[in-house]
Nanobody, 119 residues
Framework: QVQFVESGGGLVQPGGSLRLSCAAS????????MAWYRQAPGKQRELVAA???????NYVDSVKGRFTISRDNAKNTVYLQMNSLKPEDTAVYYC?????????????WGQGTQVTVSS
């Protein structure tokens, strides 16, 4: 069973920055496409950013140019640098290994980390 532990969330003003971290268990972390997802109240969970084992990245249009996903395979950790945050970025953020084609999470979800953007 693979487990994910997300951290780094908090309350930030619009225009601010946060860096999220996700530590994953599992000896084959390096071969997975890893992704960050978010779920706002009353909305479905959406894929925000993904990074392949080779380092290629992809982002949902709403965060392009503001968010950067990266990974450290030696630490089994994936990061999400979030800049120029907007109130609409408020959500619980989760990481998971992404299934091919659908992009849905491959393993059970962690507890997530709350990001609140508000003045």
């Amino acid at each position: 069973q693979v487990q994910f532990v997300e951290s780094g969330g908090g309350l930030v003003q619009p225009g601010g920055s946060l860096r999220l971290s996700c530590a994953a268990s599992g000896s084959i972390f390096s071969i997975w496409t890893m992704a960050w997802y978010r779920q706002a109240p009353g909305k479905q969970r959406e894929l925000v950013a993904a990074i392949t084992s080779g380092g290629s990245t992809n982002y949902v249009d709403s965060v392009k140019g503001r968010f950067t996903i990266s990974r450290d395979n030696a630490k089994n950790t994936v990061y999400l640098q979030m800049n120029s945050l907007k109130p609409e970025d408020t959500a619980v953020y989760y990481c998971n290994a992404a299934r091919p084609i659908t992009g849905t999470g491959r393993w059970d979800w962690g507890q997530g980390t709350q990001v609140t953007v508000s003045s």
